[in-house]
T-cell receptor
Framework: AQSVTQPDIHITVSEGASLELRCNYS??????LFWYVQSPGQGLQLLLK????DTLVQGIKGFEAEFKRSQSSFNLRKPSVHWSDAAEYFC???????????WGAGTKLIIKP | DVKVTQSSRYLVKRTGEKVFLECVQD?????MFWYRQDPGLGLRLIYF???????EKGDIPEGYSVSREKKERFSLILESASTNQTSMYLC???????????FGQGTRLTVV
């Protein structure tokens, strides 16, 4: 069965510092991979996605993610975080049926001034 | 701009009431989803629908039902609300070829 693991429940980063949020997945084939962001009290917004091709994908708000098949990972990165990046981040994998996404539990990002 | 719209941002209902949460999408998507989100538990799928009048149970369907009479509208029904259904409810849609999902702004439901 497919699964997604985000090992960090919370991460605290100083404003201006670099960020990496981890995501590992379990899936039998080449997956569709997503990162979403949720600001407090809001719905989820797509940050970026990987379907095929270049394993380094660029997203909105200066985020990027790298697909590493050998490590079953799709980590999210940003070179310099801003206070407005404080939010919860969810990694997801496209399921076999193409109907559903399998979700990680989320990582809450806290920004220190 | 593509949109998924949920009828209420905040809702307070009494125990035992029948509650309707409405979701409308303007992207002509075939698939629609209802999730429940609770702290530390991530997103849990309640029901989804891949066509009008079609529905499939997700991971936590107990206490809920759904209705999809028109392609653009997907309703979640709490037949008899209970306090343990206090939560954030998220609606999403995706095209037939899936699986990229587009989300509404969420409905925070409190059952008292």
């Amino acid at each position: 069965a497919q699964s997604v693991t985000q090992p960090d429940i919370h991460i605290t980063v100083s404003e201006g510092a670099s960020l990496e949020l981890r995501c590992n997945y379990s899936y039998g084939a080449t997956p569709y991979l997503f990162w979403y962001v949720q600001s407090p009290g809001q719905g989820l917004q797509l940050l970026l996605k990987y379907f095929s091709g270049d394993t380094l994908v660029q997203g909105i708000k200066g985020f990027e993610a790298e697909f590493k098949r050998s490590q079953s990972s799709f980590n999210l990165r940003k070179p310099s975080v801003h206070w407005s990046d404080a939010a919860e981040y969810f990694c997801a994998v496209g399921a076999d049926s193409n109907y559903q996404l399998i979700w990680g539990a989320g990582t809450k990002l806290i920004i220190k001034p | 701009d593509v949109k998924v719209t949920q009828s209420s941002r905040y809702l307070v209902k009494r125990t035992g009431e029948k509650v309707f949460l409405e979701c409308v999408q303007d992207m002509d998507h075939e698939n629609m989803f209802w999730y429940r989100q609770d702290p530390g538990l991530g997103l849990r799928l309640i029901y989804f629908s891949y066509d009008v009048k079609m529905k499939e149970k997700g991971d936590i369907p107990e206490g809920y039902s759904v209705s999809r009479e028109k392609k653009e509208r997907f309703s979640l029904i709490l037949e008899s609300a209970s306090t343990n259904q206090t939560s954030m409810y998220l609606c999403a849609s995706s095209p037939l070829q899936g699986p990229e999902a587009f989300f509404g702004q969420g409905t925070r439901l409190t059952v008292v």
